[in-house]
């Protein structure tokens, strides 16, 4: 089903699905002997949410002929990308912490666990922001698990496309303390104004010695909407309801690394690829041209 400007969704539908899918690809990466992240939170999550695709792929019990096609160096690839990309900004998040900073907020945090599994220093503060029902059903599974959170939380369950500055405000932000952001998996699923309209509200809610994290994808403004639906399409022959050709926003948008640069940020953009060479990890075979994943640079900024 298409975007539409008030469509909503939960862990199992439209956008919460790939919430679900990132954090399933954690769940794995997690149980790999190399050890490169560890959430153990994402496996009791994607359980909760009970997409049955995703349980299956998180117990190794999907169907072989999903990656029939597919080189096993390949799937590993897309396991280790998920390792690399959690790594990142987990590491940002602890980088934020160790110069001073005792804010954060998640954009669109879906099954994001790091107000749990992160060790915030005393006295920070992490604010998560997503729809009201992804919310109540993330804290409900926290609370069954007996989990804690090792920083203060607050959650926010409102629309990004509503007055969430306010609501934000109202949860006790403090916009003259220096804000680690993080908009992780977040903006190919946004509109081209709004992905500028999101920084621009960052860059005014956020004091001198912020700092951002999000990806960038320049394969998204001339991505074929037909390819992402093509691209999971043998994942919906095997029951998941995920079409991605209807999720994203394609066409021309703003650079990420330019545009924050334009409004005061000292940014720095890491290639995929690099991720995967600090991470001592062989750089996955090149993806199909179609993807518009294919190349992701990781982005992190500082307000000077």
Request: glycine share 8%; proline share 7%.
């Amino acid at each position: 089903m298409a975007r539409t400007d008030n469509d909503t969704w939960d862990l199992a539908s439209s956008v919460g699905t790939t919430a679900t899918a990132v954090a399933a690809g954690r769940a794995l990466a997690t149980k790999d002997p190399r050890g490169l992240i560890h959430d153990p939170f994402a496996d009791p999550l994607v359980r909760a949410v009970g997409v049955d695709f995703f349980v299956k792929m998180i117990d190794g019990e999907l169907d072989e002929a999903l990656f029939s096609d597919v080189a096993p160096e390949r799937v590993q690839g897309m396991i280790d990308a998920m390792a690399v990309r959690t790594k990142f900004f987990d590491d940002y998040f602890t980088s934020a912490t160790a110069d001073g900073t005792r804010q954060a907020v998640i954009l669109a945090s879906g099954l994001d666990a790091r107000a749990y599994r992160l060790p915030w220093p005393s006295g920070t503060v992490v604010f998560e922001i997503d729809q009201p029902q992804v919310i109540e059903f993330k804290t409900g599974v926290f609370d069954g698990l007996g989990a804690a959170p090792t920083a203060q939380r607050h959650t926010i369950g409102i629309d990004l496309r509503e007055d969430w500055p306010t609501a934000l405000q109202a949860a006790g932000f403090d916009a003259a303390a220096p804000t680690a952001w993080l908009a992780e998996g977040l903006l190919v699923y946004l509109p081209p104004e709004a992905q500028d309209r999101l920084f621009d509200t960052i860059t005014s809610l956020s004091a001198p010695g912020s700092a951002v994290a999000t990806e960038y994808v320049p394969g998204i403004i001339d991505f074929d909407p037909q390819a992402g639906t093509d691209m999971t399409s043998t994942a919906r022959d095997h029951g998941l309801d995920l079409d991605m050709g209807s999720l994203v926003y394609t066409g021309p948008r703003s650079h990420v690394i330019e545009y924050l640069g334009a409004k005061g940020w000292a940014v720095t953009g890491t290639p995929g690829p690099e991720l995967f060479q600090r991470s001592g990890l062989p750089t996955p075979p090149e993806q199909d041209d179609n993807s518009p994943f294919g190349e992701i640079v990781y982005v992190s900024a500082t307000l000077n």
